[in-house]
Nanobody, 124 residues
């Protein structure tokens, strides 16, 4: 089992920035690809970003490319999501997820472990 706890969400104005963190415990963090997803009210869970087990490769959803950056610190069992130039459409609950894969995958089904989420609200 891998336990994931997100933090860093909150209220920010349009154009502002937030940095989300996700701390993992349980199995060896460096074995897992990590990803961020988000879900707005009434919408399906949406892929945001993913990073490989060693941090060597990243991939982003089209709606956040150029504005968000995912990174990880395996020594701290932590994955981060730096969010810049935030827009009201970025308002959602943000979830981190861990998957036992060496590939860059965007599907919810490929991630076995999930955190409880952290709320981000961007005001206009």
């Amino acid at each position: 089992q891998v336990q994931l706890v997100e933090s860093g969400g909150g209220l920010v104005q349009t154009g502002g920035s937030l940095r989300l963190s996700c701390v993992a415990s349980g199995r060896t963090f460096s074995n897992y690809a990590m990803a961020w997803f988000r879900q707005a009210p009434g919408k399906e869970r949406e892929f945001v970003a993913t990073i490989t087990f060693n941090g060597g490769r990243t991939y982003y959803g089209d709606s956040v490319k150029g504005r968000f950056a995912v990174s990880r610190d395996n020594a701290k069992n932590t994955v981060y999501l730096q969010m810049n130039s935030l827009e009201p459409d970025d308002t959602a609950v943000y979830y981190c997820a861990a998957g036992d894969t060496r590939a860059l995958v965007t599907s919810v089904q490929r991630y076995a472990y999930w955190g409880q989420g952290t709320q981000v609200f961007v005001s206009s």
